[in-house]
């Protein structure tokens, strides 16, 4: 009888705490008390994710406050088993599905919401202000995605992002030490990542905006990454802004790339998007990734690829190291692919840079590369044997040069088109041609900041960050060492 009265108490302890949980949070409880108890530390009320909602009292303060974002079409059917996964963990209305709700309308709801109720004395909400954090899920498009919304919400205070890897190539995740393999998505194994994202060290890394000015020829048939949009002037230089013309404007954090690589990536996406039911998972995407490189004819572009659509031929290329300052940049003509490069990490993981010694940065001017000194690397490469050399011990592209800005204009009549791509997201861009008398003019340059949580394994190296391994360099021939520091007590 003892016993079974015991049992009876167990039971209904558990129903009166599930019962708790339902009418605070507003949810069936659809996990353990166990569980609920844990997730707790990420739990944000409704009254803060809902429009019109009034503040309701009762509601601890959540150690680390999360808004996740995943778009369910990533990685196969991963993205939504990481949604699935997320809305059991949490509360389903701090979760988005980026196919179903576009980042810009929640996170404005939200904020508006955190700002209104602090105004009106919420402790809870002046918190989670403090200590909020986003999680994305997605490929390199889907982080990108996020960080420009972030960006342009001009916050006081940013809250740093996690990039979870659901794409192909992943670099942007690989950068800060989130991986390049799709994560698991059973609750185990999302409740490890949301440690991890609760664990991780904020970093700030440099935002590039994007200036393309071309002709408008009313027929809209360019069709340009997410990140590019038509505005009515383009730039504060006046080169760049005359009647007559389409400006568009966007941002990379990662690369822009022009040339062979991006052709590849754009037959790739072009089938993706046509036959979606071959790109199932991250493996089979890599695999059909590979043979494009190889039917683009990457490996043979001496004799498939014309000399005309080398770099050199098709653009005359300035850069700004200094504020005002355009110089002349030279690319070799055997140049067919260039990268504007503000992370260490490109084609899955490998870094065109590479780790140049400290006699060679001397004699070049340059300095170490840092995601935050307001710099980006300008890297050019042959062909697809010239890019086997990354997989070496100190492989590297053909360094061109650093910079704090480049403008690339386009030779009428070089080519009818040229493929560029932005953060993973290629196009194909029409150029003029020989009796056009309006040029193609691209110009990027330094666009603020954005916080990103990086965690201990993080290979991007930060000048202002205290967690972030420092470079030390010992002269041995033309090879750098790097000695990564610990952080001093």
């Known amino acids: ?114 700002e209104k109720h602090k105004q009106n004395g919420d402790i809870v909400s002046t918190e989670i202000l403090k ?49 390049k393999k799709n994560p698991g998505t059973d609750v185990q194994s999302v409740k490890a990542l949301l440690e991890q994202v609760k664990c991780a060290n904020e970093m700030q890394i440099d935002s590039w905006h994007i200036a393309m000015n071309m002709k408008d020829s009313g027929e809209g048939s360019v069709e340009l990454p997410q990140s590019l949009h038509p505005v009515h002037r383009a730039s504060r230089d006046v080169k760049l802004n005359n009647e007559g013309f389409r400006t568009f404007h966007g941002g990379f954090w990662n690369y822009f790339s022009m040339g062979m690589d991006a052709q590849v990536s754009y037959a790739f996406h072009s089938e ?90 001397h004699s070049r001017d340059l300095t170490p590369p840092y995601v935050d000194d307001g710099l980006f690397e300008v890297v050019g490469f042959r062909d697809g044997w010239h890019g086997l050399i990354l997989f070496a011990p100190n492989g590297h592209g053909t360094r061109l040069a650093q910079a704090n800005g480049i403008r690339f204009e386009f030779h009428k009549g070089a080519a009818n088109h040229a493929f560029m791509r932005v953060d993973g997201e290629p196009w194909k861009q029409p150029l003029p041609v020989a009796v056009d008398n309006t040029p193609v003019v691209i110009e990027i340059s330094h666009s603020g900041q954005v916080s990103v949580l990086a965690t201990s394994t993080c290979p991007s190296n930060s000048s202002s960050t205290p967690f972030s391994p420092r470079r030390s360099y010992k002269r041995s021939g033309d090879t750098e060492e790097i000695l990564v520091e610990k952080k001093n007590a």
């Open 131 to 179: 200590r909020l954090r986003i999680v994305v899920a997605g490929g390199d498009g889907t982080a990108g995605w996020i960080f420009r919304v972030v960006s342009e919400l001009k916050l006081t205070k940013q809250p740093p992002i996690a990039t979870l890897p659901l794409g192909t190539g992943n670099n942007i995740p690989f950068s800060f030490g989130w991986g």
């Open 272 to 361: 993706r998007k046509q036959h979606p039911e071959k790109f199932k998972n991250q493996l089979a995407n890599q695999r059909m990734y590979a043979k494009f490189t190889c039917v683009q004819g990457w490996f043979c572009a001496s004799f498939l690829h014309p000399s005309s659509r080398n770099i050199a031929q098709l653009a005359n290329v300035k850069i700004m190291k200094r504020p005002g300052e355009w110089i002349d940049l030279h690319i070799p003509k055997s140049i067919r692919s260039i990268i504007c490069l503000n992370l260490p990490s490109f084609s899955g993981g490998l870094n065109p840079w590479g780790s140049p010694s400290r006699k060679k940065l």
């Open 1 to 114: 009888m003892e016993v079974k009265s015991w049992v009876m108490f167990k039971m209904l302890k558990q129903w009166f705490q599930d019962a708790f949980w339902k009418s605070s949070a507003g949810q069936e409880p659809e996990t353990s008390y166990s569980e609920v108890e844990f997730l707790k530390e990420y739990y944000i009320p409704d009254y803060i994710l809902l429009a019109d909602s009034e503040v309701k009292q009762g509601y601890g303060i959540p150690e680390c406050p999360l808004i996740v974002f995943a778009n369910s079409r990533s990685g196969g059917q991963l993205g939504g088993e990481v949604l699935q996964t997320c809305r059991k963990l949490l509360n389903k209305n701090q979760v988005f599905d980026l196919v179903e709700r576009e980042p810009e309308t929640v996170l404005h709801q939200i904020f508006s919401n955190l």
